[in-house]
C-alpha cells in the first residue's frame, strides 16, 4: 500500500540519507538457509480488542493528517471516535464522508510503531473487510527506523490489502528497491476470498530470515524468499511495526472512482496476535 508518508516522516526520511547497497551496512548478501523455524504457541503481543472505547493507547498510536499519503488518497486521518472505536469486542475503523481539513472524507490509520515493534514473528489479523467502490482497507507492516533509506528501500510488508471496485480479491505482497509496484516487479499474490465483506478471516504473515510467507485462512498463499541478493532485495532484517488503516480513493482505491453512497463504510477487526519465532 505505497508508502504513505506525511510530511514530518517524508524531513525524517530525507534526513536519514539514502546510500547506494555497496555503502550501506545489513542486509543479507550470501544465500540463506531455511532452517524451518517455528513459532510461539501463544501470542507474545497481542490486542483483542475486549475493552470498549479507544484502541489501547500503549499499543497503539495514530498517524494524522491529509497529505494524500504518497497516493493522492482523499481521506483526512483523525483519532476521533467518529472514525475509530473498540466495540462489542472489535476494533471499528470507519470511514465517514465529511468536509474535514479540506478533503472529502475522514478516516483513521492506526499504527503500533515506537509501541510495539518487531523482528520476524508470525502476524495474524482476524478481519471482516468494508465493501464498496473507492474503500481500500489495508493490514500491513512499515520500518520503523527506516535504517536503509526511503519508500521502498527499507521495504514494506502487505498482509492484506483490498479495494473495493475489485471485491473479495485479496492481496498480500512485499515491497523492496528490486521488487516495487513501481517497477511493476513487486512481490505479490492475490485470492477471491468469499465473503471477505460480509464475514470474518484470518489474514497472517510469517517472517523470517529466509523468507515472508502469506496465508489467508491458514491456506498458503503467498512467498518472497531471501535470495541474499543485498538490501535492495532484501531488507526484511530490521524491525517492522503494524499498521491498520482504510483510505479512501487514490490512485488505487479510486482507479474506479467512488461511490458516496456506501459510507460510512467499517472496517472490522476481532484481534491482532504476534508470535515470537522459535531460535532467534
Same mark, same amino acid.
Given at each position: ?63 494524522? %493528517?491529509?497529505?494524500?499519503? %504518497? ?10 471516535? &467518529? ?14 464522508? &465529511? ?79 528490486? =521488487? ?18 460480509? &464475514? ?9 530470515? =529466509? ?45 474506479? %472512482? ?23
Amino acid at each position: 500500500m505505497k508508502k504513505l508518508f506525511s510530511a514530518s516522516v517524508i524531513l525524517l526520511m530525507i534526513g536519514c540519507g539514502r546510500s547506494s547497497s555497496s555503502d550501506q551496512q545489513g542486509g543479507s548478501s550470501t544465500l540463506p538457509v531455511d532452517k524451518k523455524w517455528t513459532f510461539s504457541s501463544t501470542p507474545t503481543w497481542s490486542d483483542e480488542f475486549d475493552n470498549a472505547g479507544v484502541p489501547d493507547p500503549a499499543k497503539w498510536g495514530y498517524d494524522i %493528517g491529509g497529505s494524500g499519503w %504518497g497516493n493522492n488518497e482523499l481521506q483526512y486521518y483523525t483519532d476521533r471516535p &467518529e472514525n475509530v472505536r473498540v466495540e462489542n469486542g472489535k476494533l471499528l475503523i470507519t470511514a465517514v464522508k &465529511e468536509p474535514i481539513n479540506g478533503k472529502e472524507f475522514s478516516s483513521t490509520r492506526l499504527v503500533s510503531r515506537k509501541k510495539a515493534d518487531f523482528l520476524y514473528g508470525r502476524f495474524e489479523v482476524r478481519a471482516k473487510l468494508p465493501s464498496g467502490r473507492g474503500t481500500w482497507p489495508a493490514i500491513w507492516m512499515l520500518p520503523t527506523d527506516w535504517e536503509y533509506g526511503d519508500w521502498p528501500r527499507s521495504g514494506e510488508i502487505d498482509i492484506m490489502e483490498h479495494v473495493g471496485y475489485d471485491p473479495e480479491r485479496v492481496h498480500i505482497s512485499t515491497h523492496t528497491e528490486s =521488487y516495487n509496484h513501481i517497477k511493476n516487479t513487486q512481490k505479490t499474490a492475490i485470492r477471491t476470498v468469499a465473503g471477505a465483506m460480509s &464475514e470474518f478471516h484470518d489474514y497472517r504473515v510469517d517472517w523470517t530470515p =529466509y523468507a515472508v510467507r502469506g496465508y489467508i485462512d491458514n491456506q498458503f498463499l503467498f512467498e518472497h524468499i531471501n535470495e541474499g541478493k543485498g538490501i535492495d532485495a532484501w531488507p526484511f532484517d530490521k524491525k517492522f511495526h503494524l499498521l491498520i488503516n482504510l483510505a479512501v480513493g487514490g490512485n488505487r482505491g479510486g482507479v474506479q %472512482g467512488i461511490d458516496s453512497t456506501v459510507f460510512p463504510a467499517v472496517f472490522e477487526v476481532e484481534y491482532v496476535r504476534v508470535y515470537k519465532m522459535n531460535g532467534e
